[in-house]
């Protein structure tokens, strides 16, 4: 595997820290210590959650933060962010989707995460298409300003498809990784300029069958060394399904050992990891909504000394799995989207999986499903459903709504236990179609509880053109 070193084409710089007004949680301390957390960008300690809305403005996008607190997470405590906001680098322009996707992590390394915003289909004269937007966290919240980071080479496209921050090499500073439509790159530990000076390493393309478009990357310590490692998944041009590797990290060698996981034959959508069977190593979860499954399934990969694919037997779940609720249907679309965290606070992850098309009372609302981990992997026993039917859910399911298109687990209230996010991105909003919606759910120690269920939609950030918008569609990962 050849590797690349090359100077990034950027020419935005960082800007001053005035502009991006941003709300911050009025819980914790009032002059609260960095965190370090990865996705806390006011270092309050506790945990908060973007939600990108890459079709607000005609698709020009945005984000929305939502600050966590003790008390959960509201519209009071967020802002929404543009590129057209006081600070964001670029102009907001039809077609950039700033918010496709969404991340963070501690990129200046100064114990507050930042906010990293792909654009990929940004279009500037003279520049590769697409582009990453860091954003940095302080005390003050999202206010220092940030700078945009375009791809390295001139020929590359959809630089910006997806992002994650870990710590690939070992050394005990995570650093940026970035994928464009053919290229991954990352950036060593040096704070990002955004100046044109910042080196990125990017692995040949020549490990793609030529036919695959990158859809995203997501990382992982699949083998309980203390170098990361990461998947690439991407879409066969051919239509034959879609293609899954892993890569593993290391000194002086990251990329160099990869393996294929999946190759054709199934549609992945969706991609999470974390350590579900509690043995120091995390796993990975992949949604297939429909292909061979055509109701959808869940297929989780055990981490393992050797790597993904070396350890445990390769686990698939639908829902015609023992201990999995409901019954596979055609079109249920079961792993639309997947999310791991620990709910219970019993140090095993959990996954909830997204079946927006689940038929709830005979129309096809949608629904999440609740897998619990264990010692021995996925339980048997305890898995959890909840849909808009579901006493204490805020609202009525009906045929379109798709709730579960989108889940995210995350710790808002700094209880030990995820709490979830559960978009319904076909929600109408009075007279208002496919608006969108979000809906919270409490973490505890049974599982998941629909005590002090919170909802929002998009008019309660300020959105007034909701018609289309499909908020939630895209959460932080």
């Known amino acids: 595997m050849r590797i690349r070193t090359f100077v990034t084409a950027a020419t935005l710089t960082a800007l001053a820290a005035t502009g991006l007004g941003v709300p911050l949680a009025t819980a914790g301390p009032a002059a609260a210590a960095p965190s370090g957390q990865r996705e806390d960008f006011n270092g309050d300690g506790y945990t908060d959650v973007a939600v990108g809305v890459p079709k607000a403005g005609g698709k020009t996008g945005a984000v929305v933060v939502t600050y966590g607190s003790a008390s959960g997470v509201s519209p009071s405590r967020s802002v929404r ?105 990352w950036y060593s530990e040096a704070v990002p300029k955004g100046d044109g000076t910042d080196v990125a390493l990017g692995l040949e393309d020549d490990f793609l069958p030529e036919d695959v478009q990158l859809d995203g990357v997501a990382a992982g310590n699949f083998t309980g060394g203390p170098a990361g490692d990461f998947v690439v998944y991407g879409q066969r041009g051919d239509g034959d399904g879609d293609y899954l590797a892993t890569f593993r990290g290391g000194p ?155 889940v995210h687990l995350a710790d808002i209230d700094k209880n030990g236990k995820a709490d979830l996010f559960a978009a319904a991105d076909g929600e109408d909003i009075g007279t208002v179609p496919d608006a969108g919606a979000v809906w919270v759910l409490r973490g505890a120690s049974s599982g998941l509880t629909t005590d002090g269920v919170t909802s929002f939609n998009p008019a309660d950030f300020g959105f007034t053109d909701t018609a289309g918008l499909t908020f939630g569609e895209v959460f932080d990962h």
């Not at 010692?375 to 849909?387: E, I, L, P, Y």
Request: hydrophobic share 30%.
């Open 81 to 185: 962010i543009t590129q057209d906001s006081a600070g964001v680098p670029g102009k907001a322009e039809a077609g950039d989707q700033f918010g496709e996707n969404v991340t963070s992590g501690d990129v200046d390394h100064d114990g507050y995460a930042d906010l990293i915003v792909g654009s990929p289909y940004e279009k500037v004269d003279g520049k590769p298409d697409g582009s990453v937007t860091v954003l940095w966290g302080g005390a003050k919240g999202l206010t220092k300003g940030g700078i945009a980071l375009d791809a390295p080479t001139a020929g590359d496209r959809n630089f910006g498809q997806g992002a994650s921050f870990s710590d690939l090499d070992g050394d005990g500073t995570p650093q940026l990784q970035i994928v464009s439509g053919r290229h991954f790159w």
């Open 252 to 406: 002086g060698d990251i990329g160099y050992q990869h393996t294929v996981l999946s190759d054709g034959g199934t549609e992945l959508r969706s991609v999470a990891t974390g350590d579900i069977d509690k043995d120091g190593r995390d796993d990975l979860v992949t949604g297939e909504p429909v292909g061979g499954r055509e109701a959808g399934s869940v297929t989780v990969r055990w981490g393992a000394r050797g790597g993904l694919g070396t350890g445990k037997e390769t686990v698939v779940l639908d829902q015609n799995s023992p201990g999995v609720p409901g019954t596979g249907e055609t079109g249920d679309s079961f792993g639309a989207d997947v999310s791991v965290r620990d709910v219970t606070g019993d140090g095993h992850a959990d996954i909830a999986v997204g079946v927006p098309h689940e038929v709830v009372r005979g129309t096809d609302a949608g629904t999440v499903v609740l897998l619990k981990g264990s010692a021995n992997g996925v339980a048997a026993t305890g898995a959890q459903t909840f849909h808009q039917e579901t006493t204490g859910v805020p609202g009525v399911g009906e045929s379109g709504d798709r709730f579960g298109s989108a």
